[in-house]
T-cell receptor, first 113, second 113 residues
Framework: NAGVTQTPKFQVLKTGQSMTLQCAQD?????MSWYRQDPGMGLRLIHY???????DQGEVPNGYNVSRSTTEDFPLRLLSAAPSQTSVYFC????????????FGPGTRLTVL | SQELEQSPQSLIVQEGKNLTINCTSS?????LYWYKQKYGEGLIFLMM?????EEKSHEKITAKLDEKKQQSSLHITASQPSHAGIYLC?????????????FGKGTKLSVKP
């Protein structure tokens, strides 16, 4: 199994551009989530999904959209990139909703100029 | 809202020395997770604790959850350069949380050869 994969690994955007961060898992996990990691702030939850067709907001959802059309894929869309969205983004998945290990992808390092 | 405080924020130890990292919650912990992150990479799951007083070990790393389920400690015995990285504690938000995890801000560990 590849586990959780994320593309791209690095990305540079200009303010106002849009893009999609890809996340896929091959473990048939129902639960998937997106986090951003910033210095001094730790990991913060952006959006999550408890199954195909079901998504909800986390702590810091503004400026991001998600969809979950399949169990495997959970893309994160930046609608109009801003310098405040410069961060490292991690996708994670788990088999159950609680009391369960989350598997993390390798991350996408995004810079918005 | 629940918060996780980690201490210390950073730690430099000589190879071979023991060390302890603490994670304290403002509320009862339903599930406590320890992850390790190597610089520039994703998170690697170490251990999960659920029951008050529970203790788990893997190689030279031992994690404990106190009886009141509000504090956890991670202890490394005879540290090695391979132990260097950022250690994060994460916790289930509790019933109705839809599986979301909150994270501490991390402890950066450096091990001097």
């Amino acid at each position: 199994n590849a586990g959780v994969t994320q593309t791209p690994k690095f990305q540079v955007l200009k303010t106002g551009q849009s893009m999609t961060l890809q996340c896929a898992q091959d473990m048939n996990h129902e639960y998937m989530s997106w986090y951003r990691q910033d210095p001094g702030m730790g990991l913060r939850l952006i959006h999550y999904s408890v199954g195909a067709g079901i998504t909800d907001q986390g702590e810091v959802p503004n400026g991001y959209n998600v969809s979950r059309s399949t169990t495997e894929d959970f893309p994160l869309r930046l609608l109009s990139a801003a310098p405040s969205q410069t961060s490292v983004y991690f996708c994670a998945s788990s088999r159950r909703l609680v009391a369960n290990e989350q598997f993390f992808g390798p991350g996408t390092r995004l810079t918005v100029l | 809202s629940q918060e996780l405080e980690q201490s210390p924020q950073s730690l430099i130890v000589q190879e071979g020395k023991n060390l302890t990292i603490n994670c304290t919650s403002s509320k009862t912990l339903y599930g406590l997770y320890w992850y390790k992150q190597k610089y520039g990479e994703g998170l690697i799951f170490l251990m999960m604790l659920q029951k008050g007083g529970e203790e788990k070990s893997h190689e030279k790393i031992t994690a404990k959850l106190d009886e009141k389920k509000q504090q956890s400690s991670l202890h490394i015995t005879a540290s090695q350069p391979s132990h260097a990285g950022i250690y994060l504690c994460g916790a289930d938000r509790g019933t109705g949380s839809q599986g979301n995890l909150i994270f501490g801000k991390g402890t950066k560990l450096s091990v001097k050869p």
